[in-house]
């Protein structure tokens, strides 16, 4: 299938990406982690930069959450409004490109899309500024295994560009793969304390699943605090 910009792409596979997820093991492993670590949030400003079909909003506002979602993504914004059942704010934008006005928000959640960023630190300094002091931000990437088992000479040590197909859907997708260094630089500039650094599997409590997804993590999520 021919490569297609991240807007063009999502806005044509929205509705079966939102279909194929509910299947999906991040479901069971980072949508629950991310959701635990954003713990309290009745009532908070919260901004799911990225919210895609608006899974963890909706989880969110189920909490309590003041909700607002972006997405590059028209037809995913409009997946979230329906599946949010008209609660929270979503609307199109370009996380790189989006302006809140300073200290907007008590939390930011950004769930598999740091990884969109051919830089993550103005990225990240951009949501220092949004977030209040003391405020949090967690944010989930593609664990560096999964680049490993679909490219068998990888190189870590350096930011790339990388294609990836998406077998559930049927399209090709790229990331940017950055070091995990990069990340915690960025942090560090942007006047964060990592407070957590976790790389779920899957419970075995759920049964049926391949093998893999129960001892490899697909995901690693941090949570960080705005100094």
Known sequence: MRRRSV????????????????????????LPTVISLAGEVKGKRVLDVGCGPGRHSKRLL???????????????????????????QFFQADFERAEFETSSFNLIIAS????????????????????????????????????FHKIADFDFSKTRKVWIHLEGCDVTVFNYYHPMEKYFDALREGGFEVLEFVEPVLSRRYKGWPENNYRIP???IIEARKR
């Open 112 to 147: 598999l899309t740091l990884m969109y960023a051919k830089d993550v630190h103005p990225v990240i300094k951009k949501f220092g500024q949004w977030l209040k002091k003391d405020g949090r931000l967690i944010f989930s990437l593609y664990h560096p295994v999964r680049f």
């Open 7 to 30: 807007r063009t792409l999502y806005d044509k596979i929205s509705d079966k990406y939102h279909t194929n997820k509910t299947k999906a093991v991040s479901d069971y492993t980072e």
């Open 62 to 88: 189920e909490k309590g959450a003041r909700v607002t979602g972006i997405d590059i993504s028209d037809e995913m914004v409009a997946i979230a409004k329906a599946h949010c059942e008209g609660r929270g």
């Open 218 to 220: 697909r995901s690693i």
